[in-house]
């Protein structure tokens, strides 16, 4: 077993958990829960003896093996298959030591690695290694690919699936659902729900710890507190504490106020107050109890739309895609109305995400009619606007590039419901995480008083207190919204209505999220004990899949030689600019002329990093 006893924790000066004390028996499939920050993923380093604690003991059984899933995966040249093969590494020892005996003809020792390998399952490892693969989203003709053709989404996965592979009797696991569509997630649930080990699982989605673990150890109030049962169990337990904590604390207020007033009257009188000494030192001894208070710091929501216009949005006769001989998805018709809740449903790569930017007038609208409302006003939310936050720049600033007539007030008051309260309003973003990153792109929106959402897993690195803040908001919001998200909690609190894309196609699905899991669930079953497709299908795919990445690629490649050339210009323009002459007397008149080339040039590299994002983009689609 797993035992914490009296065990702090500090990342450099922060405390982030002391006195804890835990246990976790053999088996046990537990859920680490608590506000980002609070110090998750450090307990799971304590648990891999990467950090050691303060004070306190962490014990494991020696003879346990742990498994984690890798950060990084350099671009390496084999096949994917044999990157999660090599998970295990008795098995690639064995491998290795069958081949030299091979080349040396010694039978014996050949005969006895055989045993070895069968005795540890090793003639079914390739089958079990694609079973994991294809349930994670993998086609036959990617798990040939090198590792170093696939993009960090898939590398991700690959990562996932080498730790599922190797034998261990820990399973270590940092929110391994981000980067999966929902029919990966619903496997790797199903997976988990099915093995015998213990697992110990931070995650921001709730319905995959309701499916998985039977405990949740919570940080709150800087130790950790195991509460018995799911994610849900969690919650209800954790309300009714509060709820008891609250009624404490609200007696004991009253009480001291009776004492107090008690105090205050007979003090000074000459009759009682022996008895008001008495209630001073009662009043003295009384335990402080602290009022409950709730975890989550977010609070906000959208603002009612100035105008709703019907239609809102229409699309007809269009093709989706980033090649117009290769178009992802086609669209009959799609018509958007104020009040509608719909959900792009299917598996990744099959164009949701790219049907997504084209409603928000993107450049992935290869053809068709594209209709708006004159007042319709589109909040569009991507990952990709992470990356164009103004790194230098703190979340005002950003707010009042928004609106530079409104008071510093209202806007930090307005930034405080996203978790940016006090000094973290002025923290520059580049100190900024993903989840805090995610949090101010969605204020800027959330600012912006849009009538349609257009949302692309917005709750990607978001922690569970601001998941269900901004399921609350969307659930009050009046305009209409089209949402693309493998969280299942998220989606049967906001959507209505459900479209799956499946063979290019984009139909409306016609049951509730449930019904679609059920297809699922027999779907990947299904997928995972597959054999695969047949060789000839493989490198048909792979040839069609490099038919479409040649154009794209080539197109990228000039776009990189096109900013080397721009900031070759910028770098020689900056080296003239550091000539001190030019600022001095008359020849500060050659000055003007090379600022305002300095500003062409930033503008022009600008442009060529948008173009560059967009066209890595489309790439890595493609490798979807």
Known sequence: MIRLTDVSLYRGDKLLFEAATVTIHPQQKVGISGHNGCGKSSLLALLRRELLPQSGEVELPPSWQVATVK???????????????????????????????????RGEAIAALHAQLEAIGGYSATTRAEKLLAGLGFSPAMMQQPVATLSGG?????????????????????????????????????????????????SHDRDVLDGVVGQIIHFEQQTLRLYRGNYSDFEQQRAEQQRLQQLAYSRQQQQRQRLQRYIDRFRASATRATQAQSRIKQLQRMEQLLPAYADSPFQFSFADPDKLPSPLLQLREAKIGYVAAEPLVSVAQLVINPGDRLALLGKNGCGKSTLLQALAGGKTLLQGEYQTAADCAIGYFAQ?????????????????RLAPRVDELRLRNFLGGFGFSGEMALTEVERFSGGERSRLVLAMLVWQRPNLLLLDEPTNH?????????????????????????????????????????????????????????????????EASSDGESRRQQRQQAAQKRQQRQPLTKALLQTEKELAKWQRQLTQLHHALSDATLYEGESRTRLLPLLAEEGEIKQQLEQLELRWLEQSEALEQLDE
């Open 71 to 105: 950060q990084e995966t350099p671009a390496l040249d084999y096949r994917a298959l044999d990157y999660v093969l090599q998970g295990d590494r008795e098995l690639s020892q064995l491998q290795r030591q069958l081949q030299q005996a091979e080349q040396q003809n």
């Open 154 to 202: 898939w590398r991700v996965r690959l990562n996932l699936a080498q730790a599922l592979f190797q034998p261990f009797d820990l399973l270590l696991l940092d929110e391994p659902t981000n980067h999966l569509d929902l029919d990966a997630t619903l496997w790797l649930q199903q997976w988990l729900q099915r093995l015998d080990r213990t697992v110990v699982l931070i």
């Open 384 to 400: 990709h606007q992470l990356q164009q936050l103004d790194v230098a720049a703190t979340p005002l600033r950003h707010l009042q």
């Open 462 to 526: 978001l922690d569970l207190d601001m998941r269900q803040a901004l399921s609350w908001a969307l659930q009050q919001f009046e305009g209409a919204m089209v949402v693309v998200s493998h969280d299942r909690h998220l989606l049967r609190s906001v959507v209505d209505v459900y479209y799956s894309i499946e063979g290019g196609r984009v139909c409306q699905f016609d049951g509730t999220l449930a019904e679609y899991e059920r297809q699922l669930w027999q779907k990947t079953g299904k």
